[in-house]
């Protein structure tokens, strides 16, 4: 199935660990690399992506736990097709701290797998937004490099269960789609609305596939043979 990563054929690496104060955190498969800030989010405007053959085909991909940013406490590349973010959720309101932790783990392939886990570290349940904004923009590589890169070539459409991106360059197609089992979309993003159990936990997996299609005309449909 596309969108799945592949498992096999994987070369040696003992692993090594990211620099969370700066720079970028990078993870490859082939012609498949996906570039990240430290805390895994790949926000609008930077270098940042999910690159398939050259094409940025995810320019974001950011995490969200209700309206904001989880803080960093660790990350790290087990493999080189994989990597780890750990962090753990801003305070609720009227507590002095969190009781919320975040795991990210993100696999590349034949495109893209995500899987997130909360976890509640609270006697009590407690109800929480999950948002994944996401955007693909289909940038040329050197596009991004050169910061040449347009935001929103790829029009957004819901589908059954997430969202698809599709971009047409002259006879080619190119569509993205992102599966996300249980989620809404809306304003540009992926939303849960989750009610943790106490001291429980929720999970979810995100798929990204990529397609590509040569586009055929109605004249080219009625040619004689």
């Known amino acids: 199935m596309r ?3 592949p498992v096999t054929e994987r070369w040696e690496f003992d692993g090594d ?3 969370r104060s700066a720079g970028s955190v990078t993870i490859l498969d082939g012609s498949t690399f996906c570039m990240a800030g430290p805390s895994g989010d790949v926000e609008l405007g930077e270098v940042h992506g999910l690159f398939v053959e050259d094409t940025r085909v995810l320019s974001r991909w950011t995490l969200d736990i209700d309206g904001d940013r989880p803080e ?3 990350s790290f590349i087990p493999t080189p097709y994989h990597a780890v973010f750990v962090s753990r959720a801003r305070p609720q309101h009227g507590r002095a701290d969190s009781t919320l932790l975040i795991r990210r783990e ?3 392939g034949q495109g893209m797998r995500e899987d997130i886990v909360v976890g509640s570290h609270a006697p009590h349940p407690t109800r929480v937004e999950v948002t994944v904004r996401v955007d693909a923009d289909f940038a ?3 596009a991004v490099k050169e910061g040449r890169a347009r935001l929103n070539e790829g029009a957004p459409e819901q589908s059954a269960d997430g969202v698809r991106f599709e971009h047409d360059v002259g006879e080619r197609s ?9 989620a809404s979309y809306r304003d540009g993003a992926l ?11 929720w ?3 995100l798929y990204i596939g990529v397609h590509e299609a040569v586009v055929v005309t109605p004249e080219e449909w009625m040619l004689p043979y």
């Open 140 to 142: 040329d590589l050197f």
């Open 17 to 19: 660990s990211v620099i």
């Open 72 to 74: 960093l406490l660790r």
């Open 3 to 5: 969108g799945v990563v």
């Open 203 to 205: 999970r979810t997996t």
């Open 174 to 182: 190119r569509s993205v789609n992102v599966r996300a089992p249980g």
């Open 106 to 108: 993100r696999f590349v």
């Open 191 to 201: 939303r849960w609305d989750v009610t943790l159990p106490p001291r429980g936990e």
